[in-house]
C-alpha cells in the first residue's frame, strides 16, 4: 500500500510538472514577470520548458534574441536549471543559471563577447571612452542570497584602446578569477602591447572589492596621447609608472550579511506563484 501510494504521488507530481513545463510563455511570462526583474523580455514564443523572446533586456543592457531550455533530469535532483543563449549583431552570450532547494544560484559555463563600448555606463571616466571586445569565461559563478560566494574563470579585454580625441591602443589584458578561503582574488596582467598592466583583485562574500596595480607605458610606444589617455588614472612616478588603488562595491550586491536566526524561530521559505502558474496550464489544456 506504501508503495502505490509512493508512486501515486511521484506520477502525480511528474504530472503537475508536465502541465507546469507546457505551459506557453505567453501566459507564464506574465506571472513570473517580477521574480525575473531587472530581465525584462519581448515578443516571447514557446513554452515554459523551452521558449524565445525576440528581444530581451537586463537592466539598461540589451541581450537581443534569447532562447531558453528547461533541464528535466536537475528536477529530479531538487535544482532547477535553464540552459540559454542570447546573440546580437555585435555580441553573444551563453551559459546554465541553477537554483537549488537551498536558494543558493549557480551560473556556469557562461561565455560572452561584449562590445566593450556598452559597458561605459558601468564607471565614469570622464571624457575617456574605453573600446574593445571583453570575453568572459566563467566556469562557475555562485551567489547565496546578496552574497557573492564563488568566481571562478577569466576576463579578457582584447584589442583594448580608449577613444578620446583620438583612438588610442592600450593591448591586451586577462584577469584570471579564483575562489579561496579569503574569498575572490583575481589577478590582471597584460598580454603584450604599449601599455604593461598588473594588479591584484579581491572581492569579499558581501561584495566590497579592493584592487591594486601599477600601469606602465612601454618604451617605443607613442608616449604622449597614451600618457594624455590615462590622465584619469594619476599622475605617473620618476619610472613612468601609474600605481592605483581602488575599492569600493560590486554593483548589485548587498552588503549586508545574513543575519543568523533566533533559536527555535520558524524557518520562512520563498513563496513561488504555483498555484498562479498550474491553474493557468489547467485553463490552457481544458482551453
Known amino acids: 500500500m506504501k508503495s502505490l ?43 515554459l520548458w523551452s521558449g524565445r523572446a ?16 528547461l533541464n528535466p533530469w536537475a528536477l529530479l535532483l531538487g535544482r532547477l536549471e535553464i540552459a540559454w543563449t542570447a546573440r546580437k549583431e555585435n555580441g553573444m552570450a551563453q551559459g546554465r543559471i541553477a537554483r537549488t532547494l537551498t536558494g543558493k544560484v549557480r551560473i ?25 571586445v571583453l570575453r568572459v569565461k566563467l566556469s562557475d559563478v555562485t551567489m547565496d542570497g546578496h552574497l557573492l560566494v564563488a568566481a571562478h574563470g577569466t576576463l579578457a579585454w582584447e584589442n583594448a584602446r580608449v577613444l578620446t580625441s583620438q583612438a588610442v591602443a592600450l593591448g591586451n589584458f586577462i584577469l584570471n578569477l579564483d575562489t579561496g578561503a579569503a574569498g575572490i582574488t583575481g589577478t590582471l596582467l597584460d598580454k603584450g602591447g604599449p601599455l604593461k598592466a598588473q594588479g591584484v583583485l ?27 589617455a590615462l590622465d584619469w588614472l594619476g599622475a605617473p612616478g620618476a619610472d613612468g609608472r601609474i600605481s592605483v588603488s581602488w575599492s569600493g562595491m560590486l554593483p548589485g550586491v548587498s552588503a549586508a550579511p545574513a543575519k543568523p536566526p533566533l533559536p527555535n524561530a520558524p524557518i520562512t521559505q520563498v513563496q513561488f506563484p504555483k498555484d498562479a502558474i498550474l491553474r493557468a496550464a489547467l485553463a490552457d489544456g481544458n482551453g
Open 5 to 47: 501510494l509512493r508512486y501515486t504521488g511521484l506520477g502525480l507530481l511528474a504530472y503537475l510538472i508536465f502541465l507546469a513545463a507546457t505551459l506557453p510563455a505567453t501566459r507564464a511570462y506574465p506571472l513570473l514577470k517580477e521574480r525575473l526583474a531587472p530581465l525584462q523580455l519581448y515578443g516571447v514564443q514557446g513554452t
Open 54 to 69: 525576440s528581444d530581451a533586456d537586463l537592466k539598461a543592457y540589451r541581450l537581443g534574441r534569447l532562447n531558453w531550455q
Open 108 to 132: 556556469s559555463d557562461l561565455t560572452a563577447d561584449i562590445p566593450v563600448s556598452e559597458l561605459g555606463g558601468l564607471v565614469n571616466l570622464g571624457q575617456v571612452r574605453p573600446d574593445g
Open 202 to 228: 579581491t572581492v569579499k562574500q558581501q561584495g566590497s572589492y579592493q584592487f591594486s596595480g601599477a600601469f606602465t607605458p612601454q618604451p617605443g610606444t607613442a608616449q604622449a596621447p597614451l600618457t594624455q
